[in-house]
């Protein structure tokens, strides 16, 4: 179907697992995905940058990609810092981490990326109930409202359990969300 999916992110050791896996399943239904893996560390460190500056960081990487190439989606994928009461569901006795979408309020075209997250969180709730937190809309004073996602329209900030969640959870939660994504690119919202 030739749709595609870039994913950048400075990855520690686990969040890198969850790519791979990501990227695994989405090649598996013929989506092509290209992943950057960067070190937004090192950028931060020669610019003398505090970590509050890591989306300024992660932009001078993402944007060449972005600005060159048409890319059906991109996602930014994270883990939740929250406890795993708000990370972990269990349906039909399967264990599974809980999605977050997040995005910035602080660009003229939020409500575009909003729209696409909308239409993917319908897709993962209808196939498992419960399995999206839904999308946490970020502005305001102390915060980013921006992070990157004024790049493209298409530009997903994905929070995929948290730190308590075992990857078996990961894992589960990455099968529903790349058969959801492949179902969003073809325009499948049942």
Do not use: C
Request: proline share 2%; no cysteine.
């Amino acid at each position: 179907n030739g749709k595609n999916i870039y994913m950048a992110k400075d990855l520690d050791d686990f969040e890198d697992k969850i790519v791979k896996v990501l990227e695994e399943k989405l090649n598996s239904y013929n989506i092509n995905t290209t992943v950057i893996r960067n070190s937004i560390s090192s950028i931060l460190k020669e610019n003398n940058w505090n970590y509050a500056s890591s989306y300024k960081a992660s932009r001078l990487l993402i944007e060449p990609y972005i600005t060159n190439n048409n890319y059906n989606l991109i996602i930014d994928i994270h883990r939740d810092s929250s406890s795993l009461s708000k990370t972990y569901i269990e349906y039909n006795n399967i264990p599974y981490a809980r999605v977050l979408f997040v995005n910035g309020t602080e660009y003229n075209t939020y409500e575009e990326n909003i729209n696409i997250a909308n239409q993917l969180h319908n897709i993962l709730i209808n196939e498992i109930p419960d399995i999206s937190r839904g999308i946490m809309k970020k502005g305001g004073a102390g915060v980013n409202g921006i992070y990157n996602q004024d790049l493209s329209p298409n530009l997903l900030i994905i929070e995929v359990g948290g730190q308590y969640n075992k990857i078996e959870e990961i894992n589960n939660t990455i099968d529903i969300l790349s058969k959801s994504i492949y179902k969003l690119l073809e325009g499948d919202q049942n």
